[in-house]
C-alpha cells in the first residue's frame, strides 16, 4: 500500500471514530449505561476494530423503527399518536406501540427522550404514567419551560411525528404488580403533595379527584403564588396552602401518619435536596424517602 493508500485508509478510520457527547446529551439521572459509557464502549470497540484492521467489529445501528421492546442503549422511534395540552406549559403526549404491546415498566422507572434543536442534541429523562396494563400505547406527561431547549422540541410535535426514546433505568422497586388503588387488599396508605405556582396551573385534575375518593388517599396542595383560600373551589380549600413547601407542613404531614411513613420525592434538584433535609429533620431515616 504505496503513501496515499495509507492517508486514505487513516481518513476512513477517523471517519468512523465514535463523537464523544457534548454535555448537554447527557440528561443527568444517573442513567446505567449514560450516553458517556455507551461512547467509551464504542470507542474501545474502534479503537480494537483499527488495531486489527477489522471493520466487522464494529457494531451496527439497530432499526429504529415499529420496536417490540425498549433498549437502554439504543435509542428507537416511537410514533405520537395524540398530544393534548392541559394547562399554559404542560403536555399529555401518547406514543403508540405495535398491537397490544405493553411498555413494561416497574413504577418508578423512566424513560430518555432524544430531541434536537438548532442542531444541538439533548437527553431528558421522563417517567411515563400510563396504567402498567396499557395496552397499545404509552403516555407522557411534560412540563415545559419558556427557555427550556427540549421545551421548544416538544412543544413542536403534533400527531404523526416521531420521537425517540431509550430505557427504562431507575432502581425504585415496589413488590405489587398492580396499582394500589386497583387492589382491594392492598392497605398502603397514600397522601400525595403536589406544588404548583397557581391553581390554573393544577393538572390531571379530574384524575386526582378520582384518586381522593379512595379511602386510602389523600391530595394536598402547595401553591406558591396564590394568596386567598376564597378564590378556590369549595373542595380544595381545606386541603390547599399556600406558600413554598417547608419543614412545618412536612412535619404536619408525618407526624399524621398512622404508621412509619415511606416518602418518594420528584423535583427539580434542588427541591428534593430540601425535602430530603425537611424529612430528616421530621425524624424520617435514610431509608425511609426515595429521590427520584
Known amino acids: 500500500m504505496d503513501k496515499g493508500e495509507e492517508d486514505d485508509d487513516e481518513e476512513a478510520w477517523l471517519q468512523l471514530r465514535p463523537v464523544e457527547p457534548l ?14 459509557d ?10 480494537a476494530a483499527r488495531a486489527s484492521k477489522d471493520r466487522s467489529l464494529l457494531s451496527g445501528e439497530e432499526t429504529q423503527s415499529c420496536p417490540s421492546k425498549l433498549s437502554p442503549e439504543t435509542f428507537l422511534a416511537f410514533c405520537i399518536s395524540a398530544t393534548d395540552r392541559l394547562t399554559k406549559d404542560t403536555y399529555l403526549v401518547r406514543f403508540a406501540l405495535p398491537g397490544n404491546s405493553r411498555l413494561g415498566l416497574r413504577p418508578g422507572q423512566h424513560l430518555i427522550l432524544r430531541g434536537i434543536v438548532d442542531g444541538l442534541e439533548i437527553q431528558r429523562a421522563y417517567t411515563p404514567i400510563s396504567p402498567a396494563n396499557a395496552k ?4 407522557v406527561l411534560i412540563k415545559c419551560y419558556q427557555t427550556g431547549l427540549m421545551s421548544q422540541y416538544v412543544e413542536s410535535w403534533k400527531a404523526g411525528d416521531t420521537a425517540f426514546w431509550r430505557g427504562p433505568f431507575g432502581g425504585f422497586f415496589y413488590k405489587p404488580n398492580q396499582s394500589i388503588t386497583d387492589n382491594a387488599e392492598d392497605e398502603t396508605f397514600i397522601t400525595l403533595v403536589g406544588c404548583f405556582k397557581t391553581f390554573e396551573g393544577i393538572y390531571l385534575k379530574t384524575f386526582l379527584r378520582e ?13 406558591s403564588q396564590e394568596n386567598s383560600l376564597e378564590q378556590l373551589p369549595w373542595s380544595y380549600r381545606d386541603k390547599t396552602h399556600f406558600g413554598r413547601l417547608g419543614q412545618d407542613l412536612i412535619e404536619e404531614l408525618v407526624g399524621s401518619c398512622r404508621r412509619k411513613p415511606f416518602a418518594l420525592v420528584c423535583g427539580s434538584a434542588e427541591f428534593t435536596k430540601d425535602v430530603a ?9 435514610e431509608d425511609s424517602y426515595f429521590l427520584f
Not at 38 to 47: G, I
Not at 136 to 139: C, D, R, T
Not at 211 to 223: D, E, H, K, S, Y
Open 277 to 285: 433535609g425537611y424529612l430528616l429533620s421530621a425524624g424520617l431515616a
Open 136 to 139: 397499545g400505547y404509552f403516555e
Open 211 to 223: 384518586q381522593a375518593r379512595f379511602w386510602n388517599v389523600r391530595t394536598f396542595f402547595v401553591l
Open 23 to 36: 454535555p448537554s446529551q447527557c440528561c443527568g439521572s444517573g442513567c446505567s449505561p449514560c450516553v458517556f
Open 38 to 47: 455507551l461512547y467509551q464502549r464504542d470507542l474501545a470497540s474502534w479503537e
